[in-house]
C-alpha cells in the first residue's frame, strides 16, 4: 500500500504541498483541523491512518520539529478526542497500518520505548498530579495505557526505570481522594499486571473488571460530563455513603433470644396463634378453652408414657456450655466499654457497638461521667478487623452514630477527647477524618435539632351544646375541614352496650393518608397530639467548642501528623469541617466571634496556596461559609467602628477568590471561586443597604451631632465608597 501511493500522482502533490510548507505553526494547524474533521466524520482506524501517512509521514521522518509535535505536544500538551488520540499512536508511535481496525505494534519498538519513557517521566511526577487539569491527565493516561497495552514483558524488562516511573506513578494517585485520579492508577495498573503476568491481573477498582479498560473516564462521552461535576458528584456521594444511617440497629434484646428453651418457644407459638388484629373481634372462649383443655391432654399422655418408660431409654443430658450465660443483653454504658476493650472478643463488641447508640441516646446520668472514656474507646476500636467478613462497613456506621450520639447528647465532655486524640500520635489517618466526619455530622444534627413544645390552645371553660345536636354525639369542635359524625354499626355481636361514631378529618403537616376514613383522635405519629415539633438550632452554644481547639495547632509537625504536607486529606476534612461549623452559626452572633480567627488561618500561604486541590476546594468552601454566615448588620457595624480584622479578612476572601478563578486549573476550584465572588458581593451590596439605611434614619429623626462628626466621612477599607 505504501509503494502504491507513493507512486499515485496525487499523492504526490500532497507530499509536496505538505513539504513545501516551512512555518511549524500552520503545519500544527493543518494536523489539527485535519484529525477533528476526520473525528467529525467517524473515520475508521484505517483511513486515517492512510489520510495521515499521505500528507505527514515524509516531513514526520524528515523534520524533527513535526516528529516533536506527534510525539510529544500531541501526546502530552493537547487534548484530542480519544479515536484521534488512537491515530496519533497508531501513526507516530507504532508506524505501521492497523489490522482490522485495532491498534497494532509495528516492527521497530524502539520509538515504542522511547515514547513510554518520555510519558511516563512526566506522568510520575508528583506536581503533574497536583498541578494539571484532570482532561489533560486523563489524556496522558490514556496515551500510556494505549501504549502499554502493545509492550512486551521482555521490552519492559530492559527498559530504563520505566518500572520504576510507572509504580511511582501509581503510587501518587493512589493516595489521592480524588476518584478519578484512583482510577487513572487503577487502570495503568491493570494493565502494567496484564503484561507482567496475563494470567493474573491486578484489580484495584470493583468497576474495574473485565478485558476491555475505559481510557476515555466519561470525557468524550455522549453525556459530556464535566470534571467538576463529575468529581463534586463523587465526594459528596462518599460523604452521604459514609455517614449515611440507614441501616437499622438490632434490638437489644436479640442475642438473649437466641438461648430460649424450647418450651418457651413452643409457648410464644401457641399464643402467637391468637393475635388479635381487631380491638372489636370477639373471641370464642370455648375455642381458648378448648385448646387449653387439649394441651392438658397432651401433657398428661406424656408424662405416662415417661413413667412407663424404662430407665435404660433415658437419654444422658447434654453437658457441654454453649455460652448462652455469657452472651448476656448490654444495659449500662459500663459494660459497653468493657465489651469495646475486649479486642479478643469480636461477638461481645459486635453486641456493645448494636446498643451503643440507643444507649447514648436514652441519656443515662451516668453519661456524664463516662462520656470521656467511651468515646477514646470508640475511637480507638477496630471495627475492621474484629468484624465479619463483608461487614466491616456496617460496623464503622455502627460506631459513628455512636460517636455522633455523644457529641449530640454531651457535647463538651465527648468534645475535649476528641480534640485531643484528633492531634495524637496514637492514632492514625482514617482515625482522624473519622473524628472529623463525626464532628461534622454533630454540628449539623445539634443545628437542626427539633424540639417539642405544648400546644397552648384558648377553649371555653364550659362547653355549649348546639341545638341541632343530639346529646349523645361527640363535641363538634377539631380542626378546620373535618366532616360530621357518623354511627358505624358494628358487625359480628349481639349486645352493644356503646355506639361508635366516625368521621373524617383532614390531613396534618407531615401525615399520609393511608385510608379514607379517620377515626376520631387520629395522631401523627412522629408527635403526640397534645404537641408541637418546630427546629431549633443548639448548636451555636458549642461551636467555639467543635471549631477553636480543631484549629488550635493546625500548622505544627508532630510525631505522625503532619497536616502541611503528608495528611493533606486530613486538613482538607478539617476545613471543611470548620466551614459546616460557621454555616450552622449563620446569622447567629458565634458567627461573628468565630469569623475573624478562621479567616485568619484561611490566609496563611500554606493553606490558600496549597499544592492539591482538594485542600483549595475545602478553603473555598469555608470562605464562602463565612459569607454566608455573617449577618450585614455587623459587617455594616465593624465598618464604622474601623474594625480592620474583619475588613482585611473580607477583602482577602475576594481578591483571592479573584486569583484563583483566574489562574487555577483545577475545573471545580474556579467554579468554586465565581460563587465565592458572587456572594462577596451580595454581601457587599447588603451590608451599603444597611449603611445607606442607618444614615437616612439619622437624617429623619434630626438628631444632633457635632460639626466635627457631621463632617466625618466614612470609607469601606480597599474600596472607592465613602459615606
Known sequence: MADLLESDAGSQFWLKIMGAIKDPYAVERISEQLLHQLSIGHATDTEAYWILWILFNRIFNNQPAVRSLFLDKFLLWKIFPFCCLRWIIQFAVFECPPVSNSLTKGCETRGLLDTMQHLMAVWSRREFVQSTPMEQQAYVTAAIGLCMERISKEELDNSKDLMHSILQGVSFRLESPTYLIRKMASNIALVFSQVIDPKNPLYLDDNCSGETIDWEFGFTKPDKDTPSNRNHTEKHTDETKRLSTSQTEKDLDYSTNQGRGKSEK?????????????????????????????????????SENSDSSSDSSLQPYDLTDDDTDLKRKLTQLVDVVGALR??????????????????????????????????????????????????????????????????????????????????????????????????????????????????????????????????????????????????????????????????????????????????????????????????????????????????????????????????????????????????????????????????????????????????????????????????????????????????????????????????????????????????????????????????????????????????????????????
Not at 270 to 284: A, V
Request: proline content about 4%; overall charge negative; glycine content about 4%.
Open 266 to 302: 413452643a409457648e410464644s407459638k401457641k399464643l402467637s396463634q391468637f393475635k388479635l388484629l381487631d380491638p372489636d373481634e370477639i373471641i370464642d372462649l370455648a375455642t381458648l378453652n378448648y385448646g387449653s383443655a387439649s394441651d392438658e391432654d397432651e401433657d398428661e399422655a406424656a
Open 342 to 723: 475486649k479486642s479478643d472478643d469480636a461477638d461481645g463488641v459486635e453486641r456493645a457497638l448494636d446498643v451503643a447508640e440507643k444507649l447514648v441516646r436514652a441519656s443515662p446520668d451516668e453519661l456524664t461521667h463516662i462520656a470521656g472514656d467511651l468515646v477514646r474507646t470508640l475511637v480507638q476500636v477496630r471495627c475492621s478487623d474484629l468484624a465479619v467478613e463483608g461487614e466491616e462497613e456496617t460496623s464503622e456506621e455502627k460506631r459513628q452514630r455512636a460517636l455522633v450520639a455523644l457529641l449530640v447528647s454531651c457535647p463538651f465532655q465527648s468534645l475535649e477527647s476528641l480534640n485531643k486524640l484528633l492531634y495524637s500520635p496514637n492514632v492514625d489517618t482514617s482515625q482522624r477524618i473519622m473524628i472529623l466526619d463525626v464532628m461534622t455530622e454533630a454540628a449539623q444534627e445539634l443545628a437542626d435539632s427539633k424540639i417539642m413544645k405544648p400546644k397552648h390552645q384558648s377553649r371555653a371553660l364550659i362547653s355549649t351544646i348546639s341545638e341541632s345536636q343530639a346529646w349523645f354525639l361527640p363535641s363538634s369542635m377539631g380542626p378546620l375541614g373535618a366532616g360530621f359524625w357518623k354511627e358505624v354499626s358494628e358487625t359480628g355481636t349481639l349486645l352493644n352496650y356503646s355506639n361508635r361514631y366516625e368521621r373524617e378529618l383532614p390531613l396534618k403537616p407531615g401525615q399520609i393518608r393511608k385510608g379514607k376514613i379517620r377515626r376520631w383522635s387520629v395522631r401523627s405519629a412522629n408527635a403526640p397530639e397534645n404537641q408541637s415539633g418546630w427546629t431549633q438550632n443548639k448548636f451555636p452554644v458549642y461551636s467555639a467548642a467543635f471549631m477553636l481547639p480543631a484549629m488550635e495547632g493546625f500548622d505544627k509537625k508532630r510525631h505522625g501528623v503532619d497536616l502541611l504536607g503528608r495528611d493533606f486529606i486530613v486538613l482538607g476534612k478539617l476545613i471543611y469541617m470548620l466551614g459546616v461549623c460557621m454555616r450552622c452559626v449563620s446569622m447567629h452572633p458565634e458567627a461573628s466571634a468565630l469569623a475573624p480567627s478562621l479567616l485568619d488561618m484561611l490566609r496563611s500561604r500554606e493553606i490558600c496556596h496549597h499544592k492539591e486541590a482538594y485542600v483549595r476546594r475545602a478553603v473555598l468552601f469555608a470562605a464562602s461559609s463565612v459569607l454566608v454566615s455573617l449577618n450585614p448588620s455587623f459587617v455594616a457595624s465593624t465598618l464604622t467602628e474601623g474594625n480592620l480584622e474583619v475588613s482585611k479578612g473580607l477583602e482577602w476572601v475576594r481578591t483571592w477568590a479573584l486569583d484563583v478563578a483566574e489562574s487555577d486549573t483545577d475545573r471545580e476550584c474556579y467554579t468554586m471561586a465565581v460563587s465565592c465572588l458572587r456572594m462577596h458581593a451580595e454581601m457587599a451590596l447588603q451590608a451599603s443597604r444597611v449603611l445607606e439605611s442607618a444614615e437616612s434614619t439619622l437624617k429623619q429623626k434630626s438628631i444632633g451631632v457635632s460639626s466635627n462628626l457631621s463632617m466625618a466621612k466614612i470609607k469601606i477599607p480597599f474600596s472607592n465608597v465613602e459615606y
